[in-house]
């Protein structure tokens, strides 16, 4: 899941318990979709990626920087993650939300793209719950 600085989520998906978190890191980036700017026009991407330690690695570092992001991903073995996790726990938050509907806190569908149907329409009402908070 990505979600954007207040944790709502901006892209979700699915992937086999074998795999690696890395290896979705870059689907999830190219599938932000365009953020509305109050002015000018509409901005495509985010500034900055906070991510665990997990995804630190030459290569996503340079993808990031050929996309002009700022990656906030703490070293292995150099950094600490607190400083990461006075944001983490937003992302946290975020996938409790989702995960707090019944039919995604155990998986009952066979199929994968049962599931990320399921996790999109869940994504969904977490950001009109949100919105709604904020109109009244």
């Not at 979700?12 to 002015?39: C, E, M, T, Y």
């Not at 906070?50 to 996503?60: F, G, L, P, T, V």
């Amino acid at each position: 899941m990505l979600s954007e600085a207040q944790g709502l989520p901006l892209a979700v998906a699915v992937s086999g318990a074998n795999l690696h978190d890395s290896q979705a890191f870059k689907p999830l980036i190219l599938g932000i979709p365009a953020v509305r700017s109050r002015r000018g026009p509409r901005r495509r991407k985010p500034v900055k990626v906070r991510a665990d330690k997990a995804y630190y690695s030459a290569e996503h570092l340079r993808w990031l920087r050929g996309r002009n992001l700022i990656a906030r991903i703490a070293r292995p073995g150099i950094e600490s993650g607190e400083r990461l996790g006075r944001h983490r726990w937003k992302i946290e938050r975020s996938i409790s939300w989702l995960f707090g509907y019944r039919r995604l806190s155990v998986r009952y569908e066979r199929k994968g793209s049962h599931f990320l149907a399921f996790l999109g329409l869940a994504a969904a009402l977490t950001c009109y719950k949100r919105l709604v908070k904020l109109a009244t």
